[in-house]
């Protein structure tokens, strides 16, 4: 019988075999989300851009550059709570949640912090929304990464002197 319990060595370093089920992260999948929420933002930005026309083009430019900070101030430590407070919630539709609400929050943030005034709601509706995309996106594709590079359990090393 396999056992998973983080206890587990395997490999020549011994190191724990950590089970990505268990809502378990590392700086490796921080660091993907990052990656891949600067490129869900590009993207946005980019269809905001075309969108647009000449003045959404301008209004793409500043969203990507205030989503990439914010991205990086609120989305990075907000993303490491969550994803430890969360990890024992087993459901991954409720990570999911929660990752769209504190990612439409910081969306909502970046509008009031780069323009010190007051909006009616209707304005957040679309930073909110690029960035609850942005969050559900990064977190999705790191959590598939996490299983994929960890999901598999190492198999065992030979024992020589049997």
Request: proline content about 6%; aromatic content about 6%.
């Amino acid at each position: 019988m396999v056992s998973t319990s983080t206890a587990d060595v395997s490999g020549p370093a011994a190191t724990p075999w950590r089970d990505p089920r268990r809502h378990e992260w590392r700086g490796g999948d921080i660091a993907c989300g990052w990656v891949v929420g600067a490129v869900t933002l590009a993207v946005l930005s980019i269809v905001l851009g075309v969108l647009g026309g000449a003045a959404g083009a301008a209004i793409g430019a500043v969203a990507m550059m205030t989503g990439l900070v914010a991205l990086s101030l609120y989305g990075v430590p907000v993303a490491i709570g969550a994803a430890t407070l969360l990890r024992v919630v087993r459901w991954e539709w409720l990570h999911l949640l929660a990752f769209a609400a504190l990612g439409a929050l910081g969306g909502a943030l970046a509008l009031s912090a780069t323009t010190w005034t007051m909006h009616d709601p209707g304005t957040y509706a679309l930073p909110a929304g690029c960035g609850a995309i942005t969050a559900v996106v990064a977190r999705g594709v790191s959590r598939r990464r996490a299983i994929r590079t960890r999901g598999i359990r190492p198999p065992e090393p030979e024992d020589a002197t049997a």
